[in-house]
């Protein structure tokens, strides 16, 4: 069964699996789906004190499978050109090149227009979409973050300094004692209304660090429709995912 975890802010998922062992085993694939084995008469609560004391370690393996996961997308190079689709806030955008003398995205309508020296260069093609989302994504996800944060001045005293990275396994993730919230740079290619249910996930665990069921009952009362809104993000990255240009 899949369980979730919240270490130092970040959340974790893993699958628990109960069979006859003497330890608790934690294994971390190289793409950081985690498995865990224990007895079936370890009750819950060790196991998840046993996280606690290790996760440092099991943090470090993460962040090293995340970054060895961007490496294999850069050497894989996927292919963007004339046609291709890209998504930004929910959109579905159609890719359309220009030969020029200078390097920049414009959008216009329902199309991408991507002005490059080598049009038919993909890697420099993929730097020109690459800057140009985080161009957009500094501005949506910081008005997002200053409106939502307004929603929890009450709860929440400060402000917390927002990071972006590109993310594996999470959409967002967050350190209440450094003040510090992170969000997946992909998330820029989604409905802003899947964006402010990342950031109001994330701020409520600056309140209850755990998917306890005060967790969801205070995000219930912040955003009614939180769970249709998990849905839709799932069902749209199944989407996106097929285009991951």
Sequence with gaps: MMKNINLKGRDVSYELVRK????????????GYISVSANPKVP??????????KSDDILK???????????????????IKDGSIVYYLGNRLTVVTVRANSCMAVREGDKLVMYCPDPDNSQKLHAILEAWYD?????????????????????VPNEPEYTYRKMKTLWGSCNPVKCRMTINKDLIKYDPKLIEFVFCHEYTHFIHPNH????????????????????KLKKDSLIIKQNPV
């Design 135 to 155: 161009s957009q994504l500094a501005v949506v996800f910081r008005e997002t973050g200053r409106t939502v944060f307004e929603r929890f001045r009450k709860y």
């Design 20 to 31: 006859n062992v003497k330890n608790i085993n934690i294994r971390i694939k190289e793409d």
């Design 44 to 53: 819950l609560s060790i196991i998840e004190d046993f996280f606690t004391r």
């Design 212 to 231: 306890s069921s005060d967790f969801y009952g205070f995000l219930s009362d912040i955003l009614p429709d939180h769970y249709e809104r998990r849905e």
């Design 61 to 79: 393996i993460l962040e090293k499978a995340e970054i060895t996961g961007q490496n294999e997308e850069v050497k894989n190079n996927r292919i």
